[in-house]
DNA sequence: CTGAAAGCGCTTACAG
DNA sequence: CTGAAAGCGCTTACAG
């Protein structure tokens, strides 16, 4: 009679209760819940039949523990309120799923020595990857994520850390298109809107772009700020516009910066786009396709970055780094002269 | 000689691995690493030094499994390319931390059953709560979480699911401050911009306004069209404008929406906000208070949200239902007369 | 303060 | 096909 009753309040049923209840071993109850084991089609349905009952659900805890081997992949992320970061989360999500992982989320939040912090904790959770789309883990703790067989898969991040892997974007190639863009539309005062704390991604934009258009015999006007955000965009704009070279042709470094020198330009100076002034994002964010924006810019292949993502944890994870380098390609809009 | 070896190759070390480098027992070890427990602090020294050479890691898959609690906590989301959905996640995860909760976030997707699945899942995880972002589940899966003891927090979800934690928005008051607002504006024909299938959320707002709005004597146009996203607050715009009876007033169910309808109306049919056309949105995100958009809205109170989850999570799990009621106050901004 | 032992919920050779 | 047993890495009474 007792062993008829479901287990204690408040505590899931274990395989034992529903061994118990079925009449069967606890051994039968696994192999019911894994794939490819053998169990007659009699015991199965009792197992079955009882599991139901008890509203059994295996604990994949304790499975991954037993198995030796956790599925949990944890993600690095920050300021989800930027909408490239918001769009890379639900992309990798999704296909995580689709590929049976479960996701744990770190928000390294804006604290760059956080993302040692959080390293820490995927080694804490066993994770089997640590996808870092946000902050720069210390090469030592990368090293140690390693050693335990954890893979390291940094996203646009284009840090040279040793073994790890890279899926980045090729801003060599996207670069030089940018220059010619600003070319072929007759540019030749040109500034470039960027932030005062680079990461190595945006660096690399920064780099190549300055070194395109020397090549071109133009010297950009060079602007920075704190954020890579809307507001910032707008300051940027005031403080160019009402300058001694005011440009015609701004490249930002991130979509969102572009939309608030576009705002700018438009509204307090009366600029038009793209007769007057041409601007030239990065990211396509959703708003760059807004009509209020229509901004020309390039495009992250967020899909493939997910993809890619997936098939990296399929590797072996002794794998020596990797690097994936994709492309960004450009979306033409209404902000520039084509 | 042996036992100075680190672990087998690529395998993390575990407690026992420290204890034998240490030469203390198992125990000792896993005291030295629970806060409040007894050991000399002799021991402490020897055990934490092993650990450090070692890399060790307490595995809190384990530790779960053996203290017979979850700490991890998981998120059903979705649409994170809705500002509103990514910066609730944003606040979410960031509590959650402080609160040394990890969260596990699954993607439900456009399918309304994924979420069914969804919770299925987080049972498998043994998650000490879910917190619904995103999607309607089921009763009877709501049921089974809690009778494992996990609780459920719908977050302006505003279903009326028994045995689950409700933290949503007085949409009756905001409601009758939005309809306050048109009312002093002049508006004298209003529409009310929304979505066919309708969330128990925006349902909410909708029965509200237009509950309000007839006490004023005053009839809404309704429009409804597929997604809340920019493009079909453009449409409703559009045909609201081409349309027998243009509205001098439009309150969109969300923000992102009421973009769409201000670049239309702004752009495309050369109205003026406020003067010709008041619009008013719901959430207050981002781009709501871009200069582009001045958006008149109510704000989410996204930061109480994220602390009532938190709080939640501290109350005993057989807690009858509750139903935590926050507001959503008015941001006064550019696209209403006032 | 410390260690041996039992137990958390699972899986998986190993015999039968 | 099936069950008893050992083991995954931890915690925690229980003695000492």
């Known amino acids: 009679m007792k062993g008829r009753l479901p287990p204690a309040n408040g505590m899931p049923a274990s395989a034992s209760d529903v061994a118990r209840l079925a009449g069967v071993s606890r051994s039968a109850v696994s192999r019911t819940f894994t794939d490819g084991a053998s169990v007659s089609a009699d015991t199965r349905a009792k197992v079955l039949r009882a599991a139901e009952e008890l509203h059994y659900h295996v604990n994949f805890l304790a499975r991954g523990l037993s ?106 190639t996207a670069m030089r298109t940018a220059v010619q863009m600003f070319v072929r539309a007759g540019c030749r005062t040109i500034a470039l809107v960027s932030r005062a704390v680079r990461t190595p991604s945006l660096l690399a934009r920064e780099e190549f772009f300055i070194k395109f258009l020397r090549e071109q015999n133009i010297e950009p006007q060079l602007w920075r700020g704190g954020a890579t955000n809307y507001e910032t965009g707008q300051r940027a704009m005031r403080e160019l516009l009402v300058g001694l070279n005011p440009p015609d042709g701004v490249f930002c470094i991130n979509d969102l910066m572009a939309c608030g020198c576009i705002d700018t330009a438009r509204h307090e100076f009366k600029r038009r786009l793209p007769e007057d002034l041409c601007i030239l994002g990065f990211d396509d964010i959703p708003q760059a396709a807004w009509s209020g924006y229509d901004l020309t810019t390039f495009a992250q292949p967020f899909a493939e970055i997910a993809a890619a993502v997936v098939q990296s944890l399929a590797l072996p994870p002794d794998l020596e780094s990797s690097r994936l380098v994709l492309n960004a390609r450009p979306v033409w809009r209404g902000t520039m002269r084509s």
Chains 1, 2 share one sequence.
């Open 67 to 172: 198995k030796q081997e956790s599925r949990p992949v944890c993600i690095l992320v920050s300021n989800l309120h930027n909408p490239y970061h918001a769009q890379l989360l639900n992309q990798i999500t999704t296909e995580l799923q689709k590929a049976q992982r479960i996701s744990i989320i770190i928000n390294v939040g804006d604290d760059p020595a956080a993302a040692s912090g959080a390293l820490e904790q995927t080694l804490n959770y066993r994770a089997s990857a640590t996808i870092v789309l946000s902050g720069s883990p210390p090469a030592h703790m990368v090293r140690r994520c390693v050693e335990v067989g954890q893979s390291v898969i940094l996203v646009n991040r284009a840090d040279d850390l040793p073994d790890v892997r890279h899926i980045s974007i090729d801003y060599e």
